[in-house]
């Protein structure tokens, strides 16, 4: 069975802390994905990596970075965490053979920013 | 760009309706359709999708149908349970690149007993 696995399900911070947010795919993908999702608003896109060390600016990058040392793992870190970033944060990854576009989710990971 | 718009929430049905959720795109190319379904507490999961044009993609007893002349992918479903309740998201994959999925806001379905 195909799994992304986020690290928290909750976490809750302070305001102005370095925040590390940890996503892991087993299924050899060479997409991953970070969204978060507000009410609203729905998904919006904050980064993706199309492969080791390569990264892509999504939608809403201000405030966020990204990590991808290895093909599994994707971490999304909030250099500075402010109140406004209180959300919930979804990972995904996907295949990258041509008409997939298949995409799946890990459990999502609930931050509040304290 | 290319975007997705889908019908505001929530939808409020009570058990055995017909549900209909609206979706309708813009895209640059020819793209893949999706719906993905995200149950509380859950991340998303695909529901259904179709890659061209007048497929229809089917799953759990919801289906949609890949209107190019009208650029929609509607969700229907004959006879809702309450274990539909969930938000229901269309999306689009453009296939050229490597492009991210590209979302609608979202829809809240509650079913009622």
């Known amino acids: 069975d195909v799994k992304v696995t986020q690290s928290s399900r909750y976490l809750v911070k302070r305001t102005g802390e370095k925040v590390f947010l940890e996503c892991v795919q087993d299924?050899?993908?060479?997409?991953m994905f970070w969204y978060r999702q507000d009410p609203g608003l729905g998904l919006r896109l904050i980064y993706f990596?199309?492969?080791?060390?390569?990264?892509e600016k999504g939608d809403i990058p201000e405030g966020y970075s990204v990590s991808r040392e290895k093909k599994e793992r994707f971490s999304l870190i909030l250099e500075s965490a402010s109140t406004n970033q209180t959300s919930m944060y979804l990972c995904?990854?996907?295949?990258?053979?041509?008409?997939?576009?298949?995409?799946?989710f890990g459990q999502g990971t609930r931050l509040t920013v304290v | 760009g290319d975007s997705v718009t889908q019908m505001e929430g929530p939808v409020t049905l009570s058990e055995e309706a017909f549900l209909t959720i609206n979706c309708t795109y813009t895209?640059?190319?020819?793209?893949?359709l999706f719906w993905y379904v995200q149950y509380p507490g859950e991340g998303l999961q695909l529901l259904l999708k179709?890659?061209?044009?007048?497929d229809k993609g089917s799953n759990k007893g919801f289906e949609a149908t890949y209107r190019k002349e009208t650029t929609s992918f509607h969700l229907e479903k004959g006879s809702v349970q309450v274990s539909d309740s969930a938000v229901y998201f269309c999306?689009?994959?453009?296939?050229?690149?490597?492009?991210?999925?590209?979302f609608g806001k979202g829809t809240r379905l509650s079913v009622i007993a």
């Open positions: 995904a990854s996907s295949s990258l053979s041509p008409g997939q576009g298949l995409a799946f």
């Open positions: 299924m050899d993908h060479e997409n």
């Open positions: 990596s199309y492969d080791v060390k390569m990264k």
């Open positions: 895209a640059t190319g020819y793209p893949s």
């Open positions: 179709a890659t061209k044009a007048d």
């Open positions: 999306a689009l994959f453009l296939r050229s690149g490597n492009t991210p999925l590209v």
